[in-house]
Structure formats: C-alpha cells, structure tokens
C-alpha cells in the first residue's frame, strides 16, 4: 500500500469501513478500532495481509467473507487506480479533501453503476431479503430463485429451531423433597444427593398435507422446501402428498440433501400436477394413519389451494374428524394471499368453519407466521 | 513474541502443522489483539488441530471444552463441592464461629469446583482455551459465554465477579449445524477453514507420512477432490485423507486401481449411501 503518512490512510480506510456498512457487513467502530490495531501490527503494509486480518475482524461467515473480498478488490485496486488518474467518481459530493490535499473517498457504495446493482444482489443486504420475504412464491423470477431458497432456508431453520426449543424438554426441575430423603436415610439424614423432579416432557407432533395437484404447481416445491426444513429440525413430522391419491412422504424427506429427497419422492409419488380430491384423500388419511398419528399434541396442517374436485360434504366431514382427534387443524392456502381473494370455492367454503386457524402460505413471511399458531399450541 | 505473519507459518510447519498466509494472518491478529477466534468449516479440516498446535507454539497448556446439548454453566465454569461443604457444617457444628464466619467458609475457593472456563481465567500464565463444538450447545449456553468473551470475567452469585489472572487464548470452532448469535460473532475474529488446495493437501500428507510416495500421494489427493466435489452426506476431510493414507500403507497398495480403491474407502466413507454413489461413479472418481 501506498501510505505513507498516518491520516490519509485513517481516511482512506475509515471511506472502506463505509463502504462495507453500506453493504450490510457488520462494521462498527468497534470493529473500526480493532482494524487500526490490526493494522499498526504490521499487516499495513502488505495488500494480503491487510486483507486477511480486515476479513476476519468485518466478516461472520464465509458468504459475507466473499462479498468482503470483492469490496476490498474494487475499492483499493480503485484506490491505487485513482493515482493512475484512471478513476471517475459520479457523485462529486462524496469527494473530500483532507488536509494534505489528497482526495479521499468516502461514500463509495452511493455510487451505483449497472455492474454493481449485480453486485449488490449477490451480497444481498437487508433490504433485498426484505422484498424477498414477501415475494410471492409464484411470482418468483429465474434470478431471485435462488437467493430466496437460500433465505427461505436460513429463516425456516431459525424458525423450526425456535419450536424445537421450544418444546424440548427442560432442564431438571426443584428438588424432590420425599425421594431425596428415602434416598439419603443410609448417609444418617444427611442429604448427600439430591434428586430432582423431572419436567414432563411434551411431545409435540406436526402432520402436514401437501397439496401437490395441477393448481399448486408453482407453490408446491416451496411447500415442500419448508417441509424438508421443519423435518430436519423437528423429530415429530409426518408429512403426506395428496392429489388424487395420499401418499405418505415422511421417509424421503430424511435426506440431509433437498435435491435427493425430491429424486425419491418424484419415484415414489406418481400423483404429481393431477386432479384434487381433497375429500377422498382425506379419508384415507382417516383410514390408515390418524388413528396411529393423531392424538392431543398434534397439530395438524392442510396445505392446499382448496380447488376441490370432489364432494364439499366428504371434505366436511373428514376434516370434521380429524378436529376430533387433533389438538390444532391449520389450513393455509396460498390463494389467500392474493388481493381480493375471498374463500367461495365450494370447497374452501364448507371447510372454513371447521379450521381452528386459516392463513395465507404464498410467501416466506406467511410461512413464519406459523411459528405464533404453532407455540400457541 | 512474534513480529508478522509470515513468522508464524515456519514456526507453525515445525511443529507439523500447514497453514496458509491467510490463517497465519489470523492467527498473528489473534494474538496480538487478544481477541477470541472463532473457526468455522467443514468437519475434518483441521479446527480442533489448530488449537492444539497453537498451544505447542506458546508452549503452554490446552483446555478444552467440549460442548453438547444441554452443557450448563455447572459443567463448564464452576460447581460448588456440595458433599464437602455439607461435612463441612458437620465438622464445624461444634466450633464457635459465628453463622456468618461459617457461611463465609464453606462458600469460600476450597470448595469450589474449577471447570474448564474458570480454570482457564484463574492460571498463572496465560493457557489456550478451546471451546469445541460451540454450534452444539444451547443458546443460553452461549450467551453466558459473552461475558466471558469479551470482559474475560466470570459472575458468581455466592462469591461475586472473578476476573481474569491471565488471559487465555480462545479458539471456539463450529461445523455450523446452527447460526451462531451475532453478538457471539461480534467478539471474535473469524476466520472460515475451507477445504485445502491440492498443493496444500499434499503437503499435509507428507507431513504426517513422509514415507509415503509423492505419486501415489498425488493420486489420492487427486481423487479425495474429487469425491468432494460430489456432494455427498459426509465429504471426507483431511482427517479422512491421512487416515486412507495410512490404511494404504498398511495395506501395502501401492497402484490406485479400482480394487485398492474399494478396498481402501471404508477409511474416507462414513455412510452406505456415500458409499454407494462413490462406487457407482468409480471410473469418473479415479480420473
């Protein structure tokens, strides 16, 4: 590096810190007061160094360790560039002039040409995951899919992290008096050991029906991305397709990997994109597995369009049943987040009064909203 | 103590351990402005290890704790000796000390239980303290570890804040099964381990078998990169690669056709289904 006097380097690396806040890096003038330190520690001098030692103070994981190596490659090779004369700044007011007269750049990330709008999508601030969240998942562009897998991923971790904290059994409880005294008669009375009571342990279990008919083609891989997401949190997910025909899922989605579980499922599962007949499916359900599956620590969650097929009357009355043997019947539609949408499909309809709950499941956001029904249980 | 970065990494290869300029640079920063380091990677890439070699370079001792489900302050910082403090009471039953006096005595350093953190702040001379694992215990875990972090001090109730004697040189590693909190990050350096290069690889082989042929030991890491490129359950780190390169030894494979191969995975495979892929891709593995 060419600095050689202390102020117009402070100046030039305080216009880098901004830069790196104004691209959501994590810098504050902690972080700040550590990279002069690490600086005055000799790394000053050498271009990699500076970078490894800056990397480790700015950066918390390895995405934000790659949009830090390219911050740091534009602004200093613009740096040295600028003395080349090479360098144009499109927004003047961002210029200061320090004392001894060399120009110093302060507010680099302002400036926004269209190589760097990419840029700036890649490294993804908070305001690009914001929009995200409320992307609708059939409106999803070709660029954005992966960013809002990846986000969708991060956020349905934490949330189903959450519950199963939540509903993991607790530490010990208080000292149980009476055993604690059976137990210590051979020291004298003297209470060498203590037991402790127990927490009951709740067992909390999530059903899922997954509507994977024709109508909810574009939800459906979303749907099932947060499915894999729950199952590989939560213990207790049993998860089902239905179209035309039910289909239990649960043990393809133990694959750590989402792409191997969908190779399996698309196997295994041949009512992909067909017909829906809710009412029929769920009376196999009702059939075969509620009886096993069902008690009052379940909570069960329908996750379809609604756009039945089938008889209104046998919707009715399988969901009727299943309310029966549940703790908590959820249905979430992905219609239901569409402006003016209204529930008057025969279906939907007769179902309504029967749900406990009936929400929106068209973004990540409506998805998280789960995470209030679900501990409430 | 050392000057620069480059320093280390001759120091840090004597001692058997291959790091890179941008570890080393870490690692100086790490010691330097004695900041906690947390690493992050992949099992297998040499966390742990550094660790352990970072306290052979300061030639002094490693405590480390390992961190699980459920790991409560009782377990890493401190416990009271309850069945001591109790025949305590029973000697002194008879003594003249006041309640007080008596209190005072049984909740006093001696019936105190170090566990590794205390013991880590109360040493003579600064130790290397590794937290191992860090992404498998609690949150509250972590968040007590905050305080200890970043004042280098410990609160507890009956005795007040224990300050650090000396500080220790704290390395926390992570496989990243969870996100860890911010303010955690916020504390420490970081610094993500990847896989090594092929140069690096290799040279790590030699270090730990230099027996080993170098062609022979270029095919293997040859193929070890190429099984990782595979995306399986379990990629093979470099724990994996010096335990295949020792089983070879031992086997006395000397060509890596697809028999030594086969018969030499159980040592980078951990699962039927990694193995399964592997060995219906053979040919594209073996290059």
Known sequence: ?377 | MFNHPSELIPRLDELGYVVDQELATVLYLMLKLEKPLLLEGNPGVGKTEAAYILASLLKTDLIRLQCYEGLDVHSAVYEWNYQKQLLAIKIQEQSDLSAAQKEDLIFSDDYLLKRPLLQAITSDRPKVLLIDEIDRADEEFEAFLLELLSAFQISIPEMGTIKATSKPFVILTSNRTRELSDALKRRCLYFWVPYPSMEKELKIIHKHLPEIETQLAREMVGIIHRIRALKLDKSPGIAETIDWAKGILALGITKLDKEGFEQSLSCILKSTNDVELVKGQIDRVLG
């Open chain 1, 1 to 377: 590096m060419h600095y050689t006097d202390h102020s117009s380097f402070t100046a030039a690396f305080l216009g880098f810190a901004q830069l790196c806040r104004a691209r959501k890096l994590n810098v504050g003038i902690h972080e700040n007061q550590e990279a002069m330190l690490a600086a005055v520690q000799g790394l000053w001098g050498d271009f990699e160094l500076f970078r490894y030692g800056l990397k480790s103070i700015f950066c918390t994981s390895s995405d934000e360790g790659v949009a830090f190596d390219k911050l740091y490659d534009k602004y200093w090779s613009e740096k040295m560039g600028s003395i080349k004369g090479k360098t144009t700044f499109k927004n003047q007011s961002n210029l200061i002039k320090d004392s001894k007269g060399s120009l110093v750049m302060v507010g680099i990330g302002n400036e926004e040409d269209d190589n760097e709008e990419t840029d700036a999508r890649n490294t993804a601030g908070a305001n690009t995951k914001e929009t995200l969240r409320k992307t609708d998942f059939a409106k999803v562009e070709q660029i954005d899919s992966q960013l809002l897998e990846d986000l969708a991923e991060q956020l349905w971790r934490q949330m189903s992290l959450r519950l199963k904290r939540k509903y993991k059994k607790g530490q010990k409880g208080n000292i149980h008096i009476q055993s604690t005294i059976r137990r210590n008669i051979s020291n004298g009375g003297t209470m060498l050991n203590l037991i402790r009571k127990d927490k009951k342990q709740q067992k909390y279990k999530l059903i899922i029906l997954l509507d994977v008919s024709g109508s909810m083609d574009k939800y459906s891989f979303y749907l099932l991305k947060f499915i894999h997401t729950l199952r590989a949190n939560f213990d207790h997910v049993e998860a089902f397709v239905f179209s035309t025909r039910l289909i239990q899922i649960t043990e393809f989605l133990n694959r750590k990997n989402l792409r191997e579980s969908l190779a399996l499922l698309s196997y295994h599962a041949h009512n992909w994109s067909s017909g829906t007949k809710i009412g029929e499916c769920l009376k196999t359900f009702n059939d075969q597995f509620a009886k096993r599956l069902l008690n009052g620590k379940t909570l069960t969650i329908v996750l379809s369009d609604g756009l039945d097929t089938g008889e209104p009357e046998d919707l009715k009355r399988e969901l009727d049943k299943i309310k029966l043997r549940t703790k908590k019947l959820v249905w979430l539609n992905p219609l239901k987040g569409m402006t003016g949408y209204q529930p008057i499909q025969r279906g939907m309809k007769t179902a309504l009064p029967v749900l406990h709950h009936f929400g929106a499941a068209h973004n990540i956001e409506s998805l998280l909203a789960l995470e209030n029904i679900l501990s409430d249980a």
